[in-house]
């Protein structure tokens, strides 16, 4: 349905709100892109890359399913595994090949190929064993869909998006990192946990690095449309900040506990991408904190640097980043994020 000229503004001649809310991304490409059956391929099978393949499936997001990986004996038997399930499942026609051919005209390609992070190991510490895979890795996948959108689960996760974005060639729209969607989701479960709320009706973001310099956003935290901070400032209710930074040094440290526990995270990353994915292949417009070139918001401007902001998400891949009020301590603690990631960029040389 076409919506209507006044659907955006505040009355007749008023405020274009679509403008005003969202600013869009550096180097994109604005061209509309439309497609019939929605194919989704996802490069590398292992703990990570079969949730996501699972739950997309589960959730009936996708047509034809192309899965990659570099064991083939593991790649097949994760295919048959999942064809099995053919009798429970929505109608997903599934692929599997060590050949990069059989991801050819996908919507969007999801890569979560990579070293597992070690117990106690620092998301960028992994960079080094990750670069050099990706450039086996995202030639291919822009070559056979050369219209697709990349999703970078791979940790870490910012400095390979903009790994991805050079070697793809594509507009900065289309190479999205999963960033801090999974943080602000347990950053959401955590408050919803401490105030006794449905973590569906929290709004809260975690931004910047998806990793130790991740920055909160406590100044925008609302419960069911009640900005939190607010509300206790006019209520005169009293709380300490040591309180707001240990509920963020849980969030940082939560993937470590997990995987100090059982080796691996899965589950809640298998339902974030889906989660991304749905917004994106469905058109859906939805805000997620997710990794995007992030150069000229916020003061950022020291590079070419992908880390997590809200954006709304379509068709199209990143349709602009939402323009939200940060206090002076939390830009800062963006700006010093970005900062972070560029010190290690540059000592690859990125």
């Known amino acids: 349905m076409q919506k209507s000229p006044s659907a955006s503004s505040l009355g007749p001649g008023g405020l274009d709100l679509t403008q005003a809310f969202f600013k869009p991304i550096q180097n994109a490409d604005p061209h509309p892109i439309t497609k019939r059956n929605i194919k989704i391929s996802v490069i590398g099978v292992g703990n990570v890359g079969m949730a996501i393949a699972q739950t ?118 289309r190479v999205i990192g999963s960033g801090t969607n999974l943080d602000s989701s347990r950053f959401r479960f955590l408050i919803a946990d401490h105030l006794d709320v449905n973590a569906q009706d929290v709004q809260a973001f975690i931004v910047g690095e998806h990793g130790d310099s991740s920055v909160a956003l406590w100044s925008s935290i609302s419960i069911g449309g009640v900005p939190v901070l607010s509300f206790l400032q006019n209520q005169q209710i009293a709380f300490e900040k040591e309180t707001l930074e240990n ?13 100090s526990l059982k080796g691996y995270t899965s589950w809640a990353i298998g339902y974030s991408v889906a989660n991304l994915a749905r917004s994106l292949l469905r058109d859906q417009r939805k805000i997620h904190p997710v990794s995007v070139l992030a150069k000229g918001f916020y003061g950022i401007d020291g590079g070419d640097v992908f880390l997590s902001l809200p954006a709304q998400l379509g068709r199209g891949g990143v349709l602009g980043v939402t323009n939200i009020h940060l206090t002076d301590e939390e830009v800062q603690r963006l700006r010093k994020s970005a900062e972070t990631i560029l010190e290690v960029q540059s000592q690859l040389g990125l």
Request: proline share 6%; hydrophobic share 45%; aromatic share 4%.
């Open 247 to 259: 509920i963020h040094k849980a969030v940082v440290d939560s993937a470590y506990e997990v995987i």
């Open 56 to 173: 997309i499936i589960s959730q009936d997001l996708a047509d034809e399913l192309a899965l990659v990986d570099a064991k083939p004996d593991k790649l097949r038997g994760e295919m048959l595994d999942l064809q099995h399930a053919a009798a429970f499942l929505p109608r997903t026609k599934i692929n599997a090949s060590v050949d990069y051919s059989v991801t050819a005209g996908s919507d969007l390609c999801i890569v979560t190929a990579g070293a597992r992070q070690n117990p106690g190991e620092s998301r960028l510490n992994l960079l080094q064993r990750n670069v050099a895979l990706f450039s086996n890795i995202i030639p291919p996948l822009a070559k056979h869909s050369p219209g697709s959108i990349l999703l970078i689960v791979s940790n870490p996760v910012d400095v390979l998006t903009h790994v991805s974005w050079k070697l793809s060639g594509f507009p900065s729209n």
